[in-house]
């Protein structure tokens, strides 16, 4: 047995045993000298350790002991049990005596392996707690709903949503400590192992929230960047998707060790580059740095070998005079489903994935389709846009992005059956702006208007424009195709137009000079 006396300021509990099964292994024994039961910092200490108990010892008058008051833990889902607790009637000295306590620890430590072991039994998914502050935006309940649907798409079970609002965060947790322990009561009983949060933490800070609430910590940015690792399926989307994930975890580096060695899973300079070049003295967290610093080089090394690959596949469409569509949007607004749509591509190998998940394009895909009047065009499917995007994956794929200046029209899908479908509308624009693409010429397609009612896509027709219609049943799917036509013709217009006015200037501007000498070679002023 191991003993540790102090008092309320200098308490310390040696190292901790508790695991999934397992409470602290320490018994808190403190003294009430005014008396009362136990407070809520001692519930909570009980709770947030996970300690075997936890009792007050009230004091008379000479110092002497008087009624005790205990409490313990209850396993997750008790029935009957309305607290994470249960606290017993007070009792005398002698009456505790004869209560033994190392025997309900064992029955209570039995007990939580059980329900343990029934629902490792039952889960198959990660669970996961989501949190989103409002600070008060206009769209924060729009912003936790679409946390969570990252968080399914990255592959886990949401048990629980919660919207804190803060006007003023916390610089260590974001939300303060009550409200982590009232996240950490419900990720007990909920038997959730992942907390989320909709902001960016720093690496200070998801430290601080994880031992306060001893649960594994995620905040957005590091949900999409595991989206993205878990969908990409190119050399190149593999590649970009692991340089941000290295310069996301650069500047938030603690000393990770050897482990940096296997990122990437295929060798690569990561584990040859650091080699004869590790000075005598270098710590492991420089040591960390260098293996990280080594495979951004190879990375972006192997990234300019494929962006010179990709311009001349660019140079070749371009020679082959074909009308180019990029089809851009919001992440899940149904581009691919569109683009098979237009392309009649049912099966493969020339179906494009398509499914109900956030990013599940994550590289640029392009088939041949045909429009009346126009005839054979190239429909270019790209990586989904989505809200603040984080900047390292926004770096990443911006040569990929810039692929849809080639195209003569852009196609924004604009998923019309969802709330907030204008907002999603102006985040994708405010990227094309970014990338100085705003001002290509493009058509609106309101995606999924079977699935939205009369009122609310006119509504939207009203704010944004666009033709409705409906990948999946095609409802709409002609006019679209009219809409394109007629914008692709009066596009070939204004550039014959150009070409003759260009022309009819250099004729003007010979006639001016007379016959130019031979050593003048005449340009077009485009």
Do not use: C
Request: proline residues 4%.
């Amino acid at each position: 047995m191991s003993v540790s006396v102090a008092d309320a300021k200098g308490a310390e509990l040696p190292p901790i045993r508790k695991g999934e099964t397992r409470l602290a292994g320490f018994h808190l024994l403190h003294a009430h000298p005014k008396g009362g039961g136990l407070s809520k910092s001692d519930l909570s200490a009980l709770f947030l350790s996970r300690l075997d108990a936890v009792a007050a010892i009230e004091v008379r008058e000479g110092g002497l002991p008087g009624n005790v008051h205990l409490a313990h833990l209850t396993p997750p889902g008790t029935v009957g049990e309305e607290e994470d607790w249960r606290v017993y009637p007070p009792q005398n000295v002698s009456e505790i005596e004869t209560f033994d306590l190392g025997a309900q620890v064992s029955a209570l430590e039995e007990e939580i392996a059980r329900a343990q072991r029934t629902r490792e039994a039952k889960k198959d998914r990660e669970r996961a707690i989501l949190v989103q502050i409002d600070q008060g935006e206009f769209d924060a309940e729009e912003r936790l709903s679409e946390l969570a649907e990252l968080a399914r798409t990255a592959g886990a079970e949401v048990v629980h949503r919660e919207l804190v609002f803060r006007r003023h965060l916390k610089s260590g947790t974001l939300i303060g400590a009550g409200k982590l322990e009232e996240l950490t009561s419900r990720a007990y009983h909920e038997d959730a192992d992942l907390l989320i949060f909709g902001q960016e933490l720093g690496a200070a800070q998801a430290r601080e929230i994880e031992e306060a609430t001893g649960l594994k910590v995620l905040d957005r940015t590091q949900l999409i960047l595991d989206i993205f690792a878990l969908h990409a399926q190119g050399v190149e989307s593999r590649l970009q998707v692991e340089l941000a994930q290295l310069r996301y975890m650069k500047p938030r580096l603690l000393g990770a060790g050897a482990r940096l060695s296997r990122i990437g899973a295929s060798g690569g300079s990561a584990a040859g580059g650091a080699i004869g070049t590790r000075g005598p003295g270098e710590t492991k967290l420089e040591l960390d740095r260098r293996r990280i610093n080594d495979r951004l080089s190879f990375l972006e090394h192997q990234l300019k070998e494929v962006a010179v690959r990709r311009e001349e596949r660019r140079k070749t469409r371009s020679r082959g005079d074909v009308p180019v569509i990029s089809i851009v949007g919001y992440t899940n607004a149904g581009k691919s489903t569109l683009l098979n749509a237009f392309t009649h591509a049912a099966e493969e190998p020339r179906r494009v994935l398509a499914e109900n998940k956030l990013f599940a394009t994550l590289r640029p895909t392009s088939r041949q389709g045909y429009l009346e009047g126009i005839g054979p065009v190239v429909f270019t499917d790209t990586v989904g846009f989505i809200r603040d995007l984080p900047t390292d994956l926004s770096r990443a794929f911006r040569s990929t992005l810039e692929e849809i200046g080639d195209a003569d029209v852009l196609l924004h899908v604009v998923d019309a059956s969802q709330p907030g479908a204008d907002t999603r509308y102006e985040a994708v624009r405010r990227i094309l702006d970014d990338l100085k693409l705003s001002e290509m010429p493009s058509v609106i397609a309101l995606n999924k208007a079977d699935q939205t009612d009369p009122e609310s896509l006119e509504r939207e027709r009203q704010r944004i424009g666009g033709v409705p219609v409906s990948s999946l049943s095609g409802a709409g799917l002609a006019h679209l195709k009219s809409v394109l036509s007629q914008t692709l013709s009066d596009l070939q217009v204004r550039r014959e137009d150009a070409e003759e006015a260009a022309r009819l200037e250099r004729e003007s501007v010979k006639a001016a000079l007379g016959t130019a000498p031979p050593n003048i070679q005449w340009v077009g002023t485009d």
